[in-house]
């Protein structure tokens, strides 16, 4: 009952920080590893959440009435085919690899945030057609390519090519992230679930936690804004930032063996 108690509240925080910013897998990823799983099927397990997270998230940017469009579906489709490869690379990956590629990842999104030069949103419309559509499908291949092989961390990335390159608020990057990553994930599942690496039972129980962070953080950062959206992001970025540069991978393994 620990175990359960542990799996869902870890999942609302996670849901919740992943659609808040992005960086949720950061928390739920190493409970699954804590909690006995190897890593490759705490990887497929944890795609569960996400999908069901995402979907209650989608749900609650829908009822705050924020607009979808034909956009969404385009760089959905192609990060779905690229997920497909990055779930086929994960099923066979190291431990160590994990964590050096999303150190990288972290380091280069937390660059973009402090170097970025300042952009009123306001004053500039959203650019979603023509050569900013091409770009958007290319660059969510690859971004489907990392989401399928490990996915935490991937919520910054989006965020940051959307509001920069597509000139979205933070808050439709946020929907529009949400929408991507549930099309991509909901493929990466069946390629671990065809590979038997899934626990159901552990995926279930995150997956009802992630649910709940998921519809809570949707609403919550409709209603907060901007202004609070973007703060959000730039301190979970920090803080996973100095957790992946200066704390050990074997962490979780230490710990259980402790336990044990």
Known sequence: MTEYFLLIVVGIFGGFISTMAGGGSLLT??????LGLPPSIANGTN?????????MATAG????????SPFNIYIGISALIGSIIGAKIAIDIREETFNKILSVVMIA???????KPKME????????TGKYLWAGIIAFFFIGIYGGFINAGIGFVIIMFLHNVN???????????????FIYS???LIVFILNDKVNWKMGLLLALGNAIGGWISSRFSVDKGEK???????????IIAIKLWFFDSNINSYLLNKLN
């Open 29 to 34: 990823l190493p409970m699954l590893i804590f």
């Open 47 to 55: 795609r569960i959440g996400i999908v069901i997270q995402t979907a």
């Open 61 to 68: 940017f829908k009822s705050k009435k924020i607009p979808s």
């Open 109 to 115: 999104v937390l660059l973009i945030i402090i170097f």
């Open 121 to 128: 949103i306001k004053n500039i419309k959203e650019q979603v």
């Open 167 to 181: 000139k979205m608020t933070l808050v439709k990057s946020n929907a529009t992230k949400a929408i991507v990553i």
């Open 186 to 188: 909901f493929s990466a």
């Open 228 to 238: 609070f959206v973007k703060n959000f992001l730039i301190i979970i970025i920090v």
